[in-house]
């Protein structure tokens, strides 16, 4: 199966099964819709006979130096050279090399966005963009340099550099990092690669490594959202919450569609559970403070972390979803400049614009950032709850089987997440309100979009071990009382959640264990999104 990219209808879904491999290890190609390579190649012919002489108009980025050296005459003699000095002089990347999934999310949708027709580039050039990324040859892109404004330059010159076989560059080929010349090499195709005139701006001059780290980044983060109403569930499972607040009529009284949506999540997972009761509330769990047979107190109501859920989890959906319309948007988009259009007399028309500038991926990506580290944030504090009995309701203290003093139990898995929600707090302070202007102030408003998108990433790789912590630590409780509660049973969908969390992971009936161990298989069960996958076949999708 193959993703096709026209520049107008390629969905995050298709950039996702490009970017990482499937279950079977292997990546989903791309390929070029054969009607969008003719309109390139119309488009360049145009431009190669029309344009392509010293008489010309000065045409910015075909003809032109870049920046404040827009009206400096770049001589068809010179436009090899000046395409390979374009790329030289904004190979300025530093840090750690972006992951693979980035790199290749970034090269499908730099080829997505030539194959709208709107930056002129050579097709032979998008052309190898797209064997390169079939053939795994995977450029080595230093994460930090970008401002995001007159696209992510940086990063993206050490991708171009790569894809040219520069000398310079590196590639990433079948697991070993080497010289781009070596790798392209071993791969079957030519090292050797001219540009033409504009192909090294069309490659450098658009905000793609913001956008393919924030589709990463949003993707992850709509399917752990799901994840985290499963964790919730537990969570009220295993402390035997009340349901009233997750009533329809409650939130048909405040009617967001977002706390609509996760309360009907919760109820279709545990609507039919016995164990959120007054029942099981009364014959379970005595708490170590009160005296044998002597009746808890009536709940009424629960504490915040679970009665407001849907009033914390549903404001996320919405910011995702908003999210996901701009990220929608700048798929399929032209970001780089300038941009060719048809004139409307057989010819075309060439026009400098800012869609560089990557200000909608830098607010959107702060927002997820602030949204899921909230989720985060309430996740943690349930799982808080969890190990102490005073607030748990007469759980286990630290979840603990084995001997009390020589075993310590979760209370330290609880310790990590709480580091997690500390460091997600600081990653939140926005980072697309700051502006610093460069290049001689040609720049003087930029919009730190691959910053934002990066945190935003690192956010949402947090959560996802914080709501794998909650999931491992509310299984613990469950099954730790399962032999005094289950003539109170849970749930359907805790059921399925259980049973996929217990077919990895084995609950701590003797004491400690390598948590480190069991965090990472929780995790990798929500990165993989087994869990999900196995509630929804038991109760439906999720909203």
């Known amino acids: 199966m193959t993703v096709k990219i026209d520049g107008r209808r390629l969905k995050a879904d298709g950039v996702m099964r490009v970017a990482r491999p499937g279950p079977s290890g292997r ?11 003719e309109r390139i190649a119309a488009t360049r012919r145009f431009i190669d006979d029309r344009w392509m002489h010293d008489d010309a108009p000065l045409m910015y980025a075909f003809n032109t130096g870049v920046g404040l050296f827009k009206d400096q005459r770049v001589l068809m003699s010179e436009m090899v050279a000046y395409q390979s000095k374009t790329i030289f002089a904004h190979a300025t990347g530093v840090g750690e090399p972006l992951p693979e999934d980035a790199v290749r999310a970034t090269m499908l949708l730099r080829a997505n966005a030539f194959a709208s027709n709107f930056s002129g580039p050579r097709v032979e050039l998008v052309e190898r963009l797209i064997a390169f990324l079939n053939a795994g040859l995977h450029p080595v892109v230093p994460a930090k340099g970008s401002v995001g404004a007159s696209g992510d330059l940086a990063p993206l010159a050490h991708l171009a550099g ?75 499972e295993a402390m035997r919450g009340e349901l009233a607040a997750f009533d329809p009529r409650v939130h048909a009284a405040r009617p967001h569609p977002g706390q609509a949506a996760v309360a009907r999540n919760v109820l279709k997972l545990i609507g039919d559970s016995r164990r959120c009761s007054a029942d099981a509330r009364l014959t379970v769990y005595p708490e170590e403070n009160r005296a044998p047979g002597t009746p808890p107190p009536p709940r009424v109501q629960d504490v915040y972390s679970l009665r407001c859920a849907p009033q914390v989890h549903g404001p996320v959906l919405e910011a995702l979803d908003y999210a996901a319309r701009v990220i929608g948007t700048e798929i399929n988009s032209a970001t780089d400049n300038p941009l060719i259009f048809d004139d409307g007399q057989d010819g075309y028309v060439s026009i ?48 603990l089987a084995g001997k009390k003093g020589l075993n310590t139990g ?71 009382v399962e032999p005094i509660a289950k003539g109170h049973p849970i749930g359907r969908g805790s059921r399925a959640a259980m049973e ?44």
């Open 27 to 37: 990546y989903e190609k791309a390929t070029l819709d054969a009607s969008a390579r």
């Open 162 to 236: 790569a894809v040219c076989g520069f000398p310079e560059a590196e590639m990433v080929y079948k697991g070993r990092r080497m010289p781009a010349r070596d790798a392209i090499a071993k791969a079957g195709f030519s090292p050797d690669f001219d540009l033409g005139a504009k192909d090294a701006s069309a490659l450098i001059n658009g905000s793609t490594v913001s956008l393919a780290v924030g589709v990463l980044a949003l993707e992850d983060a709509r399917k752990l959202r799901r994840t985290a109403d499963i964790a919730l569930a537990l969570s009220l």
């Open 352 to 399: 400098s614009g800012g869609h560089f500038h990557g200000q909608y991926v830098a607010q959107a990506m702060d927002l997820v950032a602030i949204a899921v580290a909230d989720l985060g944030s309430i996740s943690e504090r349930r799982l808080a709850r969890l190990v102490d009995p005073t607030m748990s309701y007469g759980l286990p203290r630290n979840l």
């Open 410 to 480: 979760f209370a330290t898995v609880q310790c990590s997440m709480s580091a997690l929600v500390m460091e997600n707090r600081t990653l939140c302070m926005p980072g697309s309100v700051d502006s610093i202007p460069g290049k001689s102030n040609a720049e003087d408003h930029v919009s730190n979009s691959t910053w934002c998108a990066r945190k935003a990433r690192t956010v949402v790789e947090n959560v996802e071990q914080i709501v794998a912590g909650e999931l491992l630590m509310a299984a613990q409780a469950l099954s730790l």
């Open 500 to 543: 996929a969390i217990r077919a990895v992971i084995a609950p701590a009936l003797d004491g400690d264990r390598w948590y480190a161990t069991e965090m990472r298989q929780a995790l990798d069960l929500v990165r993989s999104g087994a869990v999900l996958d196995a509630v929804e076949t038991a109760v439906g999708p999720l909203d």
